[in-house]
């Protein structure tokens, strides 16, 4: 009983563990922080990425204009009386470009309903597009994710502007969608194909840091992996303008003048900012780019003020501490605060002494908190002002600088400053942090009364997972695959990226490549490049960007739903070379596992290991050259007894030949299948047969080891008493020159229209040799060992079907092209092939493969199989491209095909099959990027050239212009 309470009472023990385990897991996930891995930008001052933001912080520049003309008449509404009526006082703010245009083909939207659309949600959809591949995610990917939006958008100018404008007769089918904001933000989602929550907030000024902190806590409670947060502002009309002047909430020069004494009012701004946020220990996993943390956020509001729209200090003060507690961080080590800072007489001295109520207690004068305020070099963005002041704090953070505060000559008298331990840099400053932290605040404060707080911290990049250590080199050159859908924008991409390079030059090659093809979607116009320099890649894209010619350049243009069907052909005997495929075993890990794995299969059958066979150089007396395939183009005559005998290595015996080409052939279909190139049919020529089966899943590869090496080591225990010949003339011509030699010499190739080989006994084969040459008929001898599909084979086959009848056969996965029949291939004693072919033929294996070894492979039938099947593209998997030439002369319409190697001896093994990759990629293959572009890190790159055209809202005939605008007064441009 006492051992049965004492096991009840551990077992408690141990749950109690358990569940506090579990809790604290909880606790922590609570507050773990978070990750911002990218960002998209479209600010005024021809903002459009990080650097041209930190440019203009960075000079203190104001990009505060005049009131463009393409908004309103601002002659026609400026009056300096703020109690005019239907006026406004200020003629000045800070405005986007080029608002009209938009790339609507880019997004699959017709031009009439892109021209419906608030412009605020056609910005949405292209920053957020942007703002995904700055974090190195391609943002077609993400469908189906559970991806979360979340954006701040509480303008309907748009909306007002078209009734307006044209009344209930402007009223469309588009006109409902075109305006909303849900709408708005749900069509990003809808567009992505993202299924996480969607959220668009509406707190006035602190909408983005509201969408912020909603984006945190769903990301902290698991609701989300992958969140886009921030905001957006456009300012279309002047009714906005014309009541805040009357609420003199304005400032007359339409600039933000914090903290100093002559400050007015705000000025008001337009733009959109989005960032990408994940969990930090995921982002760490994923090797991200992280930009900065968010360690902590809060919301709360005013409650009953002294007014609806006068702010409270004591909800300022407690969300700044609610943040801090939720970051875990003491107040004294925030070096930073980037203020809410609108510059208004009242908000200013209520914001610096509650900021300074819960930041400053304790810190002394000689190491003041800094603030400052975006709002001076943007002015006030609204709805989009938090993540404007948020982006300005990780870049200051990245920059380790903090940028200068503007329009601050008078500090304003109602701010007690010699009481408060803060400083107002006006001029770019070294941000020092505290204990080598740099920690910042961000504020935003709502007129509705909802606050907002955000405590941002550095990234440590040098802290990211260790990767793996791997003794395998970096390939010699790396491949760029660019894309578009227009010839235009894939022109304007590579002059992008081209330009890009020109000012970091510090890129590593890989990791611009991994970036590039990993992060970005791929479209129907595309552009591969071949370099083994950033030089070299930027002289290359730079030239196809001008419209001229550069080596290793390749363009396609492809179908968006369809993908071209590939053959994978299997290399027979003779193209054997030492070190063959060296490279990609140095580089490719998939390369590496399986030639790896193929070695230890084979040791049981191989007296010396594999890789010592493909990679040493130790040759062997009295060996000859193998072959077993056609001799290449280069016709010429000689006759069997002129073959050279020479030493050669091990890897030139035929009993190491078989495996050794099986195993290589083997690896570099694993090595394309894990960059995404599947086939859709295989054939091998002569005993590139037994690995093209097993590819297709016919044979197990153990198996498949087993049998290709009981083949080689049965012949090569053959005499070496034969002879193989290529003949230059068609089947018809030959066959009867070999009556009365049937059981000496056959036909053991049939490689095109007038190239077959014979193959037999030494002496027959120069008695036929010399006959053919009396009929004017060209040959080639061929230096072999043994003369395969032969009657000299004869003496092995009952030894090899026994060794077939102990292999266990499948139903292919993928069509086998027989070399027997030139069918897709099937046996007799497994469920019928997966092709449905009706002309498939069924065997016995035992018999097939005792046929296989001694009757000629048809080679030149099954390309026509293959090509009746759809294959438009020839891959070769081998040593060297024998089989691309031949095949070429078997099909009538061959330069319609691409005929691509894997390698090709004398030439770089990573150049060769990354040249092939690039064919493929440009005809339209999808490539398993991440496979392919191994070992990089994610890095910012340029983003995608959106071919913006005007698309505005028609103005219906007979209504008079109303705001006095361009956009109103034109006519339709939706083309």
């Known amino acids: 009983m006492k051992d049965a309470n004492t096991d009840a009472l551990k077992r408690a023990l141990f749950a109690v563990k358990d569940m506090r385990a579990k809790l604290e897991a909880l606790e922590q996930a609570k507050k773990e922080p978070i990750a911002i891995i990218g960002a998209g930008y479209r600010l005024p001052g021809d903002v459009h990425d990080a650097e041209s933001f930190w440019q203009v912080l960075r000079t203190g520049r104001d990009t505060v204009a005049e009131i463009p003309a ?83 958008f509480s303008n309907h100018d748009f909306a007002n502007y078209l009734r307006d404008e044209n009344g209930a007769t402007g009223i469309d089918p588009y006109s409902g969608t075109g305006g909303a904001a849900c709408i708005a933000v749900g069509r990003i989602s809808y567009v992505l194909g993202l299924n996480g929550p969607n959220f668009a907030v509406d707190t006035a000024c602190s909408s983005s840091l509201v969408a912020i902190h909603t984006a945190v806590q769903n990301l902290r409670s698991g609701k989300t992996d992958l969140a886009l947060a921030g905001g957006v502002n456009l300012l279309l009309i002047p009714d906005p303008n014309i009541y805040l002047s009357r609420m003199r909430a304005l400032s007359r020069d339409g600039r933000c003048k914090t903290f100093d004494a002559s400050a007015d ?287 290793n350049v390749l363009t396609g243009v492809c179908s968006e739903n369809e993908r071209p ?122 005993v590139g047969e037994y690995v093209a089966a097993c590819v297709a899943g016919m044979i197990s590869l153990e198996e498949g080891l087993k049998l290709i090496a009981a083949r080689g080591r049965l012949m090569q225990a053959l005499p070496q008493n034969g002879a193989m010949a290529a003949i230059f003339a068609d089947e018809e011509k030959v066959e009867p020159a070999l009556i009365g030699y049937e059981q000496r010499v056959s036909i053991a190739a049939l490689n095109g229209p007038r190239n077959l080989v014979i193959s037999g006994e030494r ?66 004693n497994q469920q019928p092939a997966t092709n449905n072919d009706p002309q498939s033929t069924s065997y016995d294996p035992r018999t097939y493969y005792r046929r296989h070894a001694r009757e000629a492979v048809r080679f030149s039938a099954s390309m026509q199989t293959a090509h009746e099947m759809g294959c438009t593209v020839f891959l070769e998997l081998g040593p060297h491209p024998v089989l691309l030439g031949m095949g070429r002369e078997c099909l009538y319409d061959a330069e319609k095909s691409a005929w691509l190697p894997s390698l090709r001896k004398g030439q770089s093994d990573a150049l060769e099959i990354m040249r092939s990759a690039a064919t493929l990629y440009t005809r339209g293959a999808e490539i398993n990027w991440e496979n392919f572009t191994l070992r990089g890190r994610r890095i910012p790159l340029p983003t995608y050239p959106f071919q913006r055209e005007r698309h505005w809202i028609e103005k219906r005939k007979g209504k008079m212009e109303g705001r006095g605008s361009k956009f109103a007064g034109d006519d339709a441009q939706s083309s």
């Not at 982002?283 to 992280?290: F, M, P, V």
């Not at 140095?586 to 794995?597: H, I, N, S, Y």
């Not at 084979?602 to 193998?626: D, K, Q, T």
């Not at 060992?785 to 030894?799: C, I, K, N, R, V």
């Open 265 to 551: 009012g705000y000025g008001r701004g337009e733009g959109c900012a989005l960032i990408v946020l994940k969990r930090l220990s995921e982002a760490q996993r994923d090797g991200d780019h992280i930009l900065a943390l968010i360690r902590g956020s809060a919301i709360n509001h005013d409650g009953k003020s002294s007014g609806l729209t006068v702010p409270n200090a004591h909800a300022q003060q407690a969300v700044i501490r609610a943040a801090l507690a939720d970051a875990g961080i003491d107040p004294l080590h925030v070096s930073y605060l980037e203020a809410h800072g609108t510059g208004t007489p009242l908000g200013d001295p209520i914001e610096i002494r509650a900021a300074a109520a819960a930041l400053c207690k304790g810190r002394s004068h000689e190491s003041p908190l800094l603030v400052g305020s975006a709002k001076t070099n943007f002015a006030h963005l609204e709805a989009a002002a938090g993540i404007t002041g948020l982006l300005k704090v990780v870049l200051a953070l990245q920059h380790k600088e903090i940028p200068p505060h503007l329009h601050f000559n008078n500090p304003n008298p109602h701010i007690p400053w010699r009481e408060l331990p803060l400083h107002i840099p006006t001029e770019r400053m070294k941000w020092e942090g505290i204990n080598g932290e740099r920690i910042a605040g961000v504020s935003s404060f709502g007129f509705s009364g909802t606050n907002a707080h955000i405590v941002l911290q550095q990234a440590n990049n040098d802290k990211k997972e260790k990767e793996p250590s791997s003794n395998l080199q970096l390939a010699p050159c790396s491949l760029l695959a660019l894309s578009a859908k227009s010839e235009e924008a894939l022109r304007a991409s590579a002059q992008r990226f081209a330009q890009h390079l020109t000012v970091h030059e510090e890129i590593a090659l890989h990791d611009l490549a991994y970036s590039a093809n990993t992060g970005r979607a791929h479209f129907e116009k595309r552009l591969a490049v071949l370099a083994d320099s950033t030089s070299s890649l930027r002289e290359k894209l730079a030239a196809f960007a001008a419209q001229q010619s550069a080596p």
């Open 70 to 152: 393409d908004r309103w008449d601002r002659d026609k509404y400026y009056d300096p009386d703020p109690d005019a009526a239907g006026k406004m006082y200020t003629r000045s703010g800070a405005f986007v470009a080029d608002i009209d245009k938009f790339d609507p083909q880019f997004f699959g939207m017709a031009p009439r309903e892109a021209a419906s659309l608030d412009p605020q949600q056609r910005m949405l959809l292209e920053v957020a597009w942007e703002a995904f591949e700055n974090a190195g995610y391609a943002p077609n990917k993400l469908a189906g994710s559970p991806t979360g939006v979340f954006v701040g």
């Open 565 to 686: 069907k590939i053959a994978f052909l299997f290399t027979g005997q003779g193209a054997q070379y030492i070190d063959m495929g060296r490279e990609l075993y140095e580089t490719q890990p998939v390369f590496r596992e399986a030639l790896d794995k193929c070695d230890a299969l084979l040791r049981p059958y191989l007296e010396v290991p594999l890789l010592e066979v493909l990679f040493s150089n130790s040759p062997l007396e009295g060996g000859i050259a193998v072959a077993e395939q056609s001799a290449s183009s280069n016709e010429q005559q000689a006759t069997p007894s002129a073959m050279p005998f020479a030493p050669c290595s091990l890897l030139d015996q035929t009993r190491y030949t078989q495996p050794a080409l099986f195993a290589l052939e083997y690896a570099l279909a694993q090595l394309w299948q894990s960059w995404g190139v599947q086939p859709s049919a295989v054939l091998g020529h002569s």
């Open 763 to 828: 002496d027959a084969i120069e008695e036929l040799v010399k006959k053919f040459e009396g009929l004017g008929r060209k040959s080639k001898a061929l230096t072999v060992s043994h003369a395969f599909h032969s009657p000299l084979m004869e003496p092995m086959l009952d030894d090899f079907e026994r060794i077939v009848s102990e292999i266990t056969f499948r139903a292919p996965r993928v069509p086998l092209i027989s070399n027997l029949t030139a069918r897709p291939l099937a046996f007799s």
